[in-house]
């Protein structure tokens, strides 16, 4: 188990790394103002239907479903190509009318905004059909336990993006807009290239190259499976969507707010996005196979054992990531960002959002743990109406937020979601099960840990007070 989260952790690290030394570039050059703004309302708009459509929805139904099928290839050829044929539709509509899908994701912008932002969010849609191909690829490699390409992958696109903008140092920044746009798409395409190399190094080409020769003869014989599998996409589809739709939200509610609340949400959620993906979404890869199959054998009592396992190896690791973010918050903004473009004055503003953030990460990370138990178990109904009740809150505290709070209000939102959803994750999971988990003595290390964290990381705040007013 531990073999393949640090796999994905060390992954994930890597292309993290490389997105920080592009988010640095990317502050430096274009800073925060309308043109950032504008890029990452049109690298949002694909990326929110990658996360509802590719990553987390289908590789949550189809493993499940890959798994339990006698018809692999047949299976997954009819997937592919219904998913890839709705996902090319939806991409040739954005670029058929961009001005409408950039006005539906940010309504503050103004008339001439959105005309100059149309082009980009047309541009970085073909993302969306590369990124699908990925994932699937990515769930059969996952069926083999094989994680690495996945996890590492992502440094491609932060490699394609570094090179466009140390190649539009010169340019203006409209052009280093466009630049960033056609890197997106490049990166895409080598995700997808690196994937279709390990395919084939794992011998699975040739159960690809079967389905799609054998699936208008066996068609028939995988109705059943694809039934289940559209009933249970539709509620996995819309409990994935519900955290991107609250991403939607905040960038729809920081339109109206002063220029660059929405880069200062963006540069924020990077920071948080790091542990939460290096630990808690690590782990969730590596433990789904693995729990659906104990689960698929009824084999309870051993999924909780390794869930279990997991939920400490999270709760230390996030605790001190919260308790680090919350404390040195303006301290890793200002050595990440704070140089050209990026003033002190937008580290400030991105200190209070991140700080916001953090308070939610231990609720989210464990949360995505233990909804692994819900999706292996098909409960993908359940899940939909936990997260849903999750969007509610966030709609509601966002909006009693955003006048006295700003942009930290909607982080702080965003949040407060994330405590209802772990909450009732939880319950679905059982919290007598959850009691025989927290029942040990890791409890009390993690409290003394906790305080001994603190004291030294204030010590160090001390420490670099005159160097950051400096």
């Known amino acids: 188990m531990f073999k393949n989260i640090f796999t994905n952790s060390f992954g994930i690290l890597f292309s993290r790394i490389l997105g920080f030394i592009r988010d640095l570039l ?11 703004d504008i890029f990452f309302i049109a690298f ?7 996360r509802i459509f590719a990553e987390g929805a289908f590789t949550q139904v189809f493993l ?84 690495a390409t996945t996890a590492f992958s992502t440094a491609l696109l932060n490699l394609s993006l570094i090179a466009a903008l140390l190649l539009s140092k010169d340019a203006t920044q409209s052009e280093t807009v466009y630049y960033l746009s056609y890197g997106v798409v490049i990166g895409g395409l080598l995700q997808l290239f690196a994937h279709i190399i390990a395919i084939k190094k794992m011998g699975l080409m040739k159960l690809v190259y079967g389905g799609f020769k054998h699936l208008r003869l066996k068609s028939s014989q995988i109705k059943a499976e694809t039934k289940s599998f559209r009933n249970n996409f539709f509620p996995a589809m819309w409990g994935n969507s519900t955290a991107q739709v609250s991403a939607f939200l905040d960038t729809f509610l920081a339109s109206f707010l002063v220029t660059g609340s929405i880069s200062y949400l963006y540069y924020a959620n990077r920071i948080f996005q790091l542990p939460l993906a290096l630990f808690a979404i690590a782990t969730s890869i590596a433990l789904f196979p693995r729990v659906a199959r104990y689960l698929r ?25 919260t308790i680090t973010g919350i404390i040195l918050a303006q301290e890793i903004t200002w050595l990440l960002f704070q140089r050209g473009a990026f003033s002190a004055e937008d580290t400030i503003n991105t200190t209070a959002v991140l700080q916001m953030y953090m308070v939610g990460l231990l609720p989210f990370g464990i949360q995505k743990l233990f909804a692994l138990w819900l999706y292996a178990k098909e409960m993908q109904m359940k899940a939909a109406k936990i997260a849903t009740l999750s969007l509610g809150v966030y709609v509601t505290f966002a909006l009693l937020f955003i006048q006295p709070l700003g942009v930290a209000g909607l982080a702080l939102a965003s949040t407060l979601g994330g405590f209802v959803s772990f909450t009732f994750t939880i319950k679905a999971f059982g919290t007598q099960n959850f009691y025989t ?21 204030l010590l160090l705040k001390g420490f670099l007070a005159p160097y950051i007013a400096a």
């Open 44 to 50: 949002k708009l694909p990326n929110l239907f990658r």
């Open 437 to 457: 988990i927290l029942r040990s003595k890791n409890m009390v290390y993690l409290l003394f840990g906790s305080v001994i964290l603190i004291v030294v990381l």
């Open 64 to 147: 499940p479903a890959f798994a339990k099928t006698r018809h692999k290839a047949v299976f997954s050829a009819h997937i592919f190509l219904v998913f890839l044929s709705i996902i090319l539709l939806m991409t040739l509509l954005v670029n058929l009318v961009p001005e409408l899908f950039t006005k539906a994701l940010a309504v503050g912008f103004t008339p001439e905004t959105i005309e100059i932002a149309a082009p980009f969010v047309a541009i970085n849609f073909w993302y969306l059909p590369l990124i699908f191909a990925m994932t699937f690829l990515s769930g059969m490699l996952q069926y083999k336990h094989h994680f």
């Open 26 to 36: 990317t502050a430096s050059i274009l800073g925060a103002n309308i043109y950032s």
């Open 297 to 321: 054998n009824k084999d309870e009592e051993k999924a909780i054992l390794f869930l279990g396992r997991a939920f400490w190896f999270l709760a230390f690791i996030l605790t001190a990531s």
